[in-house]
């Protein structure tokens, strides 16, 4: 059993910034890959930024320049800090993460319960 918590979603104007952080917690053996998904009104789920154990990063084309992902492996956290931000940035973030289990070192796929982000004037 897992568990995502996120913090740090608002209301915020265009240009400015907002930090998204995201904690795992429970039966955790490693977390393999971590990542930013959002989804917009009327739009599908899309990956916005992602990294894996090791460090290597993987960013939508368009928050390249301006979103930066990071985790802490020894505090199972990873966080979205998010630059100059535009009214198209607006929608629910969600946090995932592949983890392996302590019980059975089976893996899966968490989601957390999302976090809004407005960016409007």
């Known amino acids: 059993q897992v568990q995502l918590v996120e913090s740090g979603g608002g209301l915020v104007q265009p240009g400015g910034s907002l930090r998204l952080s995201c904690a795992a917690s429970?039966?955790?053996?490693?977390?393999?890959?971590m990542g930013w998904y959002r989804q917009a009104p009327g739009k599908q789920r899309e990956l916005v930024a992602g990294i894996s154990s090791g460090g290597s990063l993987n960013y939508a084309d368009s928050v390249k320049g301006r979103f930066t992902i990071s985790r802490d492996n020894a505090k199972n956290t990873v966080d979205l800090q998010m630059n100059s931000l535009k009214p198209e940035d607006t929608a629910v973030y969600y946090c995932n993460a592949i983890v392996v289990v302590t019980t059975t070192l089976s893996t899966y796929r968490y989601w957390g319960q999302g976090t809004q982000v407005t960016v409007s004037s």
């Open positions: 429970g039966s955790i053996f490693r977390i393999n890959n």
